[in-house]
């Protein structure tokens, strides 16, 4: 049946009157008389009946029988468009995050100390990106987020910045060289810890900035992983060059310094799948992330 008929009959159904009916659905009464018309010829019979009072309609037997059904067929209609409802509070669902550990330990504790809160229901799994799937985990919904720099990121991924992040120097607390401030040839006298996950593991972005600038340091150490960076150089006498926000979270153990080379900051950013966008439950989560970040919702 035509929802347009669907509509007449629910309408004349609740106000038994030509006029209100069609100024309700926004329609002439010549439209709603014809619209009436077609109700009968595929009913086979009379739906409404004048009113012996002179006043309004009456519906008949049949179109009484009609009323839960076509009450039925509209909400659900309705309930097509209406917006995915999200109760975070009462939510049970598993969120998956695809990040690798340098974002993980800026923003993992305030993310699951809020989430704790607001939401005890919800569960919260890190995983360590694969950049040859993410995009078919993305779209297919194994991950719900990406959180990371822009490199190797989907053109299609919508995309938020999270923080900005300088770096820093480390070095344990009581280091031998003392507290003072670095200059390059300290700096490149010191062995120093390095965090590679590709490419010549004893050579970064420092690295090259450095051969910019006719310095070279020695590399005595690299990890594949942010979270050993801090203990290694806590328990040595290693320096490390890695994003602030992330080494301030070991201030107790670590001294940090000011690097004595230009290093551009990094930018963290999530990524969802466009399908997400308007999806409440994959807002919420990325309202919780700026909120982690210390970013305006």
């Not at 344990?172 to 810890?193: F, M, N, Q, V, W």
């Amino acid at each position: 049946m035509d929802i347009d008929l669907l509509l007449t009959l629910d309408a004349l159904l609740q106000d038994r009157n030509i006029t209100h009916a069609a100024a309700r659905l926004g329609i002439s009464q010549p439209a709603l008389s014809a619209r009436l018309a077609r109700l009968r010829t595929l009913f086979g019979e009379p739906l409404f009946i004048p009113s012996p009072h002179g006043r309004g309609v009456l519906p008949t037997p049949r179109a009484e029988a009609l009323r839960p059904q076509v009450t039925g067929v509209l909400r659900g209609i309705s309930a097509m468009f209406a917006p995915t409802a999200f109760d975070a509070q009462t939510s049970s669902r598993t969120f998956v995050i695809a990040l690798h550990e340098n974002p993980a330990l800026m923003l993992g504790t305030a993310l699951l100390n809020q989430v704790g809160t607001d939401a005890p229901g919800i569960r919260l799994r890190f995983a360590l990106p694969e950049m040859a799937e993410l995009p078919q985990q993305l779209e297919n919904g194994d991950v719900d987020l990406y959180i990371g720099v822009s490199a190797g990121a989907h053109d299609g991924w919508v995309r938020r910045k999270l923080l900005d992040d300088a770096f820093a120097t480390a070095q344990r607390k009581g280091h031998p060289r003392g507290t003072g401030a670095l200059d390059l040839e300290i700096y490149c006298a010191l062995s120093h810890l390095v965090v590679s996950s590709a490419g010549d593991p004893f050579t970064g972005f420092v690295d090259q900035t450095l051969a910019g600038l006719g310095y070279q340091r020695h590399v005595a150490m690299s990890t594949q992983s942010y979270a050993m960076a801090p203990a290694l150089v806590a328990g040595t006498d290693l320096v490390c060059t890695l994003p602030e926000r992330m080494l301030k979270q070991f201030a107790s153990t670590l001294d940090l310094f000011a690097p004595p080379l230009p290093l551009q900051p990094i930018t963290i950013n999530m990524y969802w799948h466009p399908k997400n966008s308007q999806d409440p439950a994959n807002a919420w989560l990325r309202e919780q992330l700026l909120r982690a970040a210390g970013r305006q919702v």
